[in-house]
């Protein structure tokens, strides 16, 4: 989907406790599930931001679980980066979500907010 700012967005899928794990534990009654992201810049290059951060999951009583906020850079997810015009950046992006809960809807939020309901 685009956004308005030209660029393209994709969540693939949303897993929970996602592998490889993280290298800390979660919080207490949380485990860590992601999404598998795609970000593609439009015509312009995007600086770095509009990844991880622009990212959350929707539980289904409408609480928004952001993302995670840390990157390990060997677990597989977006670490950010310049993108230049028409490039793309797939990875993964990382949540603390309520054990045995799924979330509603994986959600996009920059120039655009863009919602994709997690299927059951």
């Known amino acids: ?16 406790s996602p592998s490889p794990n993280r290298p800390i534990a979660p919080p207490a009654g949380k ?10 810049a439009g015509a312009s290059p995007i600086d770095g931001t ?3 951060f622009d990212w959350s999951v929707q539980m289904a009583n409408s609480t928004v679980v952001e993302w995670d906020g840390r990157t390990y850079g060997n677990t597989g997810e977006i670490i950010g980066r310049q993108l230049g ?13 309520p054990r045995g809960r799924r979330p509603q809807y994986v959600v996009f939020s920059s120039s ?9």
């Open 1 to 16: 989907m685009a956004t308005l700012a030209g660029n393209k967005v994709t969540a693939y899928s949303w897993t929970p």
């Open 31 to 40: 485990v860590w599930s992601s999404v598998d992201a795609k970000l593609c």
């Open 50 to 52: 509009g990844f991880g």
């Open 85 to 97: 015009p028409n490039e793309c950046e797939r990875g993964l992006v990382f949540f603390a979500t």
């Open 112 to 120: 655009s907010v863009i919602k994709w309901r997690v299927p059951k």
